[in-house]
């Protein structure tokens, strides 16, 4: 399997000297390290420590989901049982952590907001949830690609939802895969613009379609210095200032 995750800080962070305020992780989980986790997580622009707040999101998901894997002998069982009370359990988890980091700093829970997109799969099972903007994307091949959840609005437009918040709750988005994808792909909303279509609410396959196949075709070493500066390129950052996170995972090439 292809793995990666490519963060970089947007035009508008560079120039506010600011961090890159996204942060992502993939770790592998189960007795046989079978299952994988990927986390992906933008910290809200608005909060202080930001880019802390979505540190944590991704290192707790990780840690969460590892436990739940740890001693299981059969992860297609055990992905397909994950659902909104394991997603509700995480979210406790994520405000109690948030508190106490917040404490530290002599600081409010509101400082280290974060989005989250989390996914758990074992290949032929997949467990997708959205917590906030960004989205998450699957193809069975080039020409068939689909989004298992689609980037979500606070009370008002131009506001998103955070996961370490209770009002999470109410936004959680899961959907379950019960078929091995060619791919899977997660993103923060930094590229919603050019790889999503807002018009018919789908992916866009002229952004994905070539992006896969190239990463396919390269040497594992390059992968990830080849997206970032895709990623920082003009044809990227003349539409977007933000800062940008993707994550993909490659099943099967044979389909690409």
Same mark, same amino acid.
Not at 28 to 48: F, R
């Given at each position: 399997?292809?793995?990666?995750?490519?963060?970089?800080?947007?035009?508008?962070?560079?120039?506010?000297?600011?961090?890159?305020?996204?942060?992502?992780?993939?770790?592998?989980?189960?007795?046989?390290?079978?299952?994988?986790?990927?986390?992906?997580?933008?910290?809200?622009?608005?909060?202080?420590?930001?880019?802390?707040?979505?540190?944590?999101?991704?290192?707790?998901?990780?840690?969460?989901?590892?436990?739940?894997?740890?001693?299981?002998?059969?992860?297609?069982?055990?992905?397909?049982?994950?659902?909104?009370?394991?997603?509700?359990?995480?979210?406790?988890?994520?405000?109690?952590?948030?508190?106490?980091?917040?404490?530290?700093?002599?600081?409010?829970?509101?400082?280290?907001?974060?989005?989250?997109?989390?996914?758990?799969?074992?290949?032929?099972?997949?467990? &997708?949830?959205?917590?906030?903007?960004?989205?998450?994307?699957?193809?069975?091949?080039?020409?068939?690609? &689909?989004?298992?959840?689609?980037?979500?609005?606070?009370?008002?437009?131009?506001?998103?939802?955070?996961?370490?918040?209770?009002?999470?709750?109410?936004?959680?988005?899961?959907?379950?895969?019960?078929?091995?994808?060619?791919?899977?792909?997660?993103?923060?909303?930094?590229?919603?613009?050019?790889?999503?279509?807002?018009?018919?609410?789908?992916?866009?396959?002229?952004?994905?379609?070539?992006?896969?196949?190239?990463?396919?075709?390269?040497?594992?070493?390059?992968?990830?210095?080849?997206?970032?500066?895709?990623?920082?390129?003009?044809?990227?950052?003349?539409?977007?200032?933000?800062?940008?996170?993707?994550?993909?995972?490659? &099943?099967?090439?044979?389909?690409?």
């Amino acid at each position: 399997m292809i793995s990666l995750n490519v963060s970089v800080t947007g035009v508008s962070h560079i120039q506010n000297e600011l961090p890159c305020q996204d942060v992502s992780l993939i770790r592998k989980a189960g007795e046989e390290d079978n299952v994988t986790i990927l986390a992906i997580s933008d910290g809200a622009g608005s909060s202080k420590y930001a880019d802390e707040g979505a540190k944590l999101c991704v290192e707790t998901t990780c840690s969460f989901f590892q436990d739940i894997f740890q001693d299981d002998k059969t992860p297609s069982t055990c992905t397909s049982e994950l659902d909104e009370k394991d997603i509700e359990s995480l979210i406790g988890e994520l405000i109690k952590k948030t508190d106490v980091i917040a404490a530290s700093h002599s600081s409010s829970p509101r400082e280290f907001c974060a989005t989250l997109l989390g996914c758990v799969t074992c290949g032929e099972v997949s467990f &997708f949830f959205q917590i906030g903007d960004g989205c998450w994307v699957y193809g069975k091949n080039p020409d068939e690609i &689909f989004c298992p959840t689609w980037p979500q609005q606070g009370e008002y437009a131009s506001q998103t939802v955070f996961a370490n918040t209770k009002q999470a709750l109410d936004y959680v988005q899961i959907y379950h895969l019960a078929e091995e994808p060619a791919f899977i792909c997660g993103f923060t909303d930094g590229l919603e613009r050019l790889a999503l279509d807002f018009t018919e609410k789908k992916p866009s396959p002229g952004f994905f379609r070539p992006l896969i196949k190239q990463i396919v075709k390269l040497d594992e070493e390059l992968r990830d210095t080849v997206v970032a500066d895709f990623l920082r390129s003009d044809r990227v950052t003349e539409k977007i200032d933000d800062d940008i996170t993707i994550g993909i995972l490659v &099943f099967d090439e044979d389909r690409l």
